[in-house]
T-cell receptor, first 114, second 114 residues
């Protein structure tokens, strides 16, 4: 099993550009989420999903969209990138709706917005 | 408000010395707490959860409801313990049928010197 796979690993954008961070998991996990990691801020939840067709906002959702059309995939879309969105983004999934509290993380995607 | 506080950004100890990574939380109900670890060039992963009362890699953490703390301890630090450590708290459930999301602290970087 590959676990949680994120692409791309690195990306540089200009202000105003849009892009999609891809996340896929092969563990048949119901729960998936996106976090951003910033120095001195820790991990903050952007959006999450408890199953296909169900998404909800986390702590810092502004400027991001998500969808969950399949169990495996949970893409994160930046509609109009801003320098404040420069960060490392982590996708994470969990079995049975985060029942155990164990999140399985991807390797991260480092995004720089100029 | 539900909150996790890790007061130390950086903790530096010598090999063989005891280590304690502090975590305090704010939560009105019965908390569920976790420690996650991110080693260099590895994925963020679960280290331990308070409900399991387990010792992983020599680390233990005891929930102290009176002091609202969940400090991570190890009697004799090893160089391979050097990593970023995050304390996490499960939010109250706000979605029928699902467990609450995890709120992470800002993290403490542990450096174990030879």
């Amino acid at each position: 099993n590959a676990g949680v796979t994120q692409t791309p690993k690195f990306q540089v954008l200009k202000t105003g550009q849009s892009m999609t961070l891809q996340c896929a998991q092969d563990m048949n996990h119901e729960y998936m989420s996106w976090y951003r990691q910033d120095p001195g801020m820790g991990l903050r939840l952007i959006h999450y999903s408890v199953g296909a067709g169900i998404t909800d906002q986390g702590e810092v959702p502004n400027g991001y969209n998500v969808s969950r059309s399949t169990t495996e995939d949970f893409p994160l879309r930046l509609l109009s990138a801003a320098p404040s969105q420069t960060s490392v983004y982590f996708c994470a999934s969990s079995y049975r709706g985060l029942y155990t509290g164990e999140l399985f993380f991807g390797e991260g995607s480092r995004l720089t917005v100029l | 408000a539900q909150r996790v506080t890790q007061p130390e950004k950086l903790l530096s100890v010598f090999k063989g010395a005891p280590v304690e990574l502090k975590c305090n939380y704010s939560y009105s109900g019965s908390p569920e707490l976790f420690w996650y670890v991110q080693y260099s060039r590895q994925r963020l992963q679960l280290l331990l959860r308070h409900i399991s009362r387990e010792s992983i890699k020599g680390f233990t953490a005891d929930l102290n409801k009176g002091e609202t703390s969940f400090h991570l301890k190890k009697p004799f630090a090893q160089e391979e313990d050097s990593a970023m450590y995050y304390c996490a708290l499960r939010q109250e459930r706000n979605y029928g049928g699902s467990q609450g999301n995890l709120i992470f602290g800002k993290g403490t970087k542990l450096s174990v010197k030879p």
